[in-house]
C-alpha cells in the first residue's frame, strides 16, 4: 500500500545525513548551532537551523566547569536525548566527551553506539588525529555516523596549554589535507574543522568529498557552527570568530531586574490573581 501523499508543504521533514550531503554537494550552507536543551531546542527548529551541535561546550555553558574534559557521558547523552525531543525533524549531532573514547576502542564503540540508541542521535563527533584513524575505520565497521573534529580540539587544552590556529604552515596544512583524506577513507562522515586559516579548510574542500563544518574555519566550509551563547551575547569572553549578533545580557538582566523590581513592590499579582474562591452554595430551604 502506498503511503499517503503529504498535501502540506509546511510540514517539516526529517533532515538526515543524506539531507546533509545533499545540501553539500548543491552549495546549500549548512547553518549549525550549539544547543543543549529541549525548549531552545524547538525554537531554533522553529526558526529553520537544520542541524544542532550538542556539544562538549555544555561543560562551561550549562554546567559551569572549566573547561570540556569535565562533563560526562551520561550528562551528554542526557542532554543529547532532550534536544532530540525538542527538535526531533533536526539533524542532531551529540559529541563525545574526554575518556569516552581514548582508553579502549571497545569501550569507545560501545559508548558511541548509546548515542545512537539511547539519545537518537543521527551522528557522533570525535576529537581525532593521526591515532585514531584505525578506531574512526572500526566505528564505520559497527555501522556508526562519525564527524571527526579536526584542527584545534579542545579536549587538549590541558595538554597543549593555550588555543592553537591550525594551519598556520604550509606543512601543517598539508598535514590537515592528508589527516582529512584518511578520515575520509575511514567512513568518517562529515568533518569539523575548528579554528584554522581559510586557506587550510580550501584545500581540504578541493580534496575530499564529505561535508565540512567550519568552527571559525574561514568562508570555503560546506556550514558553519558557533556555540549559541557566543552568538546570543551571553558570555563574558568569545573567539574572535564568534562576535554575538545581539546584546542577549543586557536583554536578560533587563528582564531580571524588572520581574526583581516586580516582586520588591508588591506589584507581582496584586491586581491580576487568575484564582478565586468559588461563592458560598447557598443552603436550601428545609
Known amino acids: ?31 549549525m548551532l550549539t544547543c543543549y536543551d529541549a525548549t531552545t531546542a524547538r525554537w531554533l527548529a522553529r526558526a529553520g537551523i537544520p542541524a544542532l551541535l550538542v556539544g562538549d561546550s555544555a ?8 573547561n570540556t574534559t569535565q562533563v560526562s557521558l551520561s550528562q551528554m547523552l542526557m542532554l543529547t ?13 551529540g559529541d563525545m ?34 591515532p585514531f584513524i584505525d578506531l574512526m575505520r572500526k566505528l564505520t565497521r559497527a ?12 579536549q587538549r587544552t590541558q595538554q597543549v596549554g593555550v588555543p592553537v590556529v591550525a594551519g598556520r604552515t604550509p606543512a601543517s596544512v598539508d598535514q590537515l589535507v592528508e589527516l582529512a583524506l584518511q ?11 575548528e579554528q584554522s586559516t581559510a586557506e587550510t579548510a580550501q584545500r581540504i574542500i578541493e580534496r575530499v568529498h564529505i561535508p565540512l563544518i567550519g568552527c571559525g574555519a574561514g568562508p570555503a566550509c560546506h ?23 545581539t546584546d542577549g545580557a543586557q536583554w536578560l538582566t533587563t528582564a531580571a531586574t524588572q520581574w526583581l523590581n516586580m516582586v ?18 447557598e443552603t436550601p430551604a428545609p
Request: net charge negative; charged share 20%; glycine share 8%.
Open 1 to 31: 500500500m502506498n503511503p499517503p501523499i503529504d498535501t502540506n508543504p509546511t510540514t517539516p521533514k526529517r533532515i538526515t545525513l543524506s539531507t546533509i550531503r545533499r545540501m553539500a554537494r548543491s552549495g546549500e550552507k549548512i547553518a
Open 59 to 66: 561543560a562551561q555553558m550549562i554546567f559551569g566547569y572549566e
Open 81 to 93: 536525548a532532550a534536544v532530540r525531543r525538542g527538535a526531533p525533524d533536526c539533524f542532531i549531532m
Open 97 to 130: 566527551p574526554f575518556m569516552s573514547y581514548q582508553a579502549d576502542d571497545a569501550e569507545a564503540i560501545h559508548n558511541a553506539g548509546r548515542f545512537l540508541s539511547d539519545a537518537n542521535a543521527d551522528i557522533v563527533k570525535l576529537e581525532v588525529g593521526p
Open 143 to 154: 555501522g556508526i555516523p562519525t564527524c571527526a573534529h579536526i584542527g584545534w580540539r579542545p
Open 183 to 193: 578520515l575520509e577513507d575511514a567512513g568518517c562522515a562529515m568533518l569539523l574543522l
Open 223 to 245: 556550514g558553519h557552527v558557533l556555540i549559541l551563547q557566543d552568538l546570543l551575547g551571553l558570555t563574558d569572553h568569545h573567539p574572535s570568530f564568534a562576535e554575538p549578533i
Open 264 to 281: 520588591r513592590t508588591g506589584q507581582y499579582l496584586k491586581d491580576n490573581h487568575p484564582y478565586h474562591m468559588h461563592p458560598a452554595a
